[in-house]
């Protein structure tokens, strides 16, 4: 089973910058892929961001591309989210979650796995 930790959110003004970080304690290497998701109040859960466990390969939901980067230090088993030019639509709970599949589609029902969650409130 893996157990995910997030951490980084806070309250930010527009235009502001955040980075999330998920610590991962894989006690199985099943694991392949890696993904941020976010829910606002009164919203279904929808992906932000995923990464392949070797890095190579990442996508990201078109609200969030060219303001978003997901990445990963191997080393410090540790998935990070950064976060630029937010707006208040960004607001929302972020969900670090893990997938048995390296393919898993950015859905939540292909994720085994999820974080506590952190929140993220951005202002205007």
């Known amino acids: 089973q893996v157990h995910l930790v997030e951490s980084g959110g806070g309250s930010v003004q527009a235009g502001g910058s955040l980075r999330l970080s998920c610590v991962v304690s894989?006690?199985?290497?099943?694991?392949?892929?890696m993904a941020w998701f976010r829910q606002a109040p009164g919203k279904e859960r929808e992906g932000v961001a995923d990464?392949?466990?070797?890095?190579?390969?990442?996508s990201y939901a078109d609200s969030v591309k060219g303001r978003f980067a997901i990445s990963q230090d191997n080393a410090q088993n540790t998935v990070y989210l950064q976060m630029n030019d937010l707006t208040p639509e960004d607001t929302a709970m972020y969900y670090c979650?893990?997938?048995?599949?390296?393919?898993?589609?950015?859905?939540?029902?292909?994720?085994?796995?999820w974080g506590q969650g952190t929140q993220v409130t951005v202002s205007s």
């Open positions: 990464i392949d466990l070797g890095g190579v390969r990442t």
């Open positions: 894989v006690y199985h290497y099943d694991y392949k892929r």
């Open positions: 979650a893990a997938a048995l599949s390296h393919s898993a589609p950015l859905l939540p029902r292909y994720y085994n796995s």
